[in-house]
């Protein structure tokens, strides 16, 4: 004879607004927080990464890892910057409308470097860098003396190069090589030809790093000339035609990118 167990339904209780709510809060408070202090999103508008990163790149940067050790977190993995590192940060000089604009650029120099270039090709500490990561397309600009023989050629007179780090370049040159001081770093774009780097505005400081980017998580095709459209108007226009064209102009292949 078979048995049969009896269940008993369980009592079921219904949330109350304010339990709701405050689950809510919760998860709110969670998001804000990762977003804050451990991960930040960005897009890239120009090309001096390519082909590294893409202009219309959306990026999810790690922002705990450089950062200075807390005592509070000692499961928390650091490390200090390293050379190759591909890393946001703080440009170190305010843009005209006093603001400060965030860069994405490679580490070249770490502090004590001795950096220089020939016809384009990058020295460190006396030895060429093989960088397979450098964009090389064949409608490279012609040779420019001060770009391609940095530090070795006096920095031209144009907007390019900012007054601070044309007076005070000749202070960190040493052998014809550029010699990075302490606290700071030699970065570069790895589309080294349209790049404007600390070739024209100078050493990034340790405490001007945000952090790294760790993969690219969404890709719209995007024109280079998006990034001067900064109107409202332009926004809301830019905003509709990504909502159109999501589908066609994704580069779905790009999605969860890992960034080297």
Not at 52 to 57: Q, V, Y
Not at 155 to 170: F, K, N, Q, R, S
Not at 224 to 245: C, M, N, P, R, V
Request: aromatic content about 14%.
């Amino acid at each position: 004879m078979d048995r049969h167990l009896e269940t008993k339904p369980r009592p079921t209780t219904d949330e109350t607004p304010l339990e709701a709510f405050a689950s809510i809060c919760g998860v709110l408070v969670v998001g804000l927080f990762v977003l804050t202090f451990i991960f930040q999103n960005f897009a890239i508008p120009s090309s001096s990464m390519e082909n590294t990163l893409l202009i219309g790149d959306h990026v999810l940067v790690n922002r705990i890892t450089l950062a200075p050790p807390a005592k509070w977190a000692p499961f928390v993995y650091y490390r200090n910057v390293r050379r190759d590192d591909i890393i946001v940060f703080y440009k170190p000089t305010l843009e005209s409308n006093g603001e400060h604009l965030f860069l994405v650029k490679r580490v070249i120099g770490l502090p004590g470097d001795r950096i220089h270039l020939e016809n384009g090709v990058v020295y460190r500490n006396g030895v060429e860098l093989k960088e397979p990561w450098v964009k090389q397309p064949p409608d490279q600009p012609g040779f420019l003396p001060y770009r391609d023989d940095f530090p070795d050629v006096p920095p031209p007179a144009d907007d390019d190069v900012t007054a601070e780090w044309g007076e005070a370049l000749p202070q960190y040159i040493h052998n014809a090589d550029l010699v990075v001081p302490p606290g700071m770093y030699f970065v570069m774009g790895d589309n080294r030809s349209v790049s404007l780097d600390s070739r024209y505005w100078g050493f990034v400081p340790r405490a001007n790093i945000v952090g790294r980017p760790l993969l690219v998580y969404w890709s719209f095709r995007t024109p280079d000339s998006e990034q001067y459209k900064t109107s409202f108007a332009d926004e809301i226009a830019w905003i509709g035609h990504e909502t159109l064209h999501f589908f066609t102009q994704t580069r779905w292949s790009r999605t969860f990118h890992i960034i080297h």
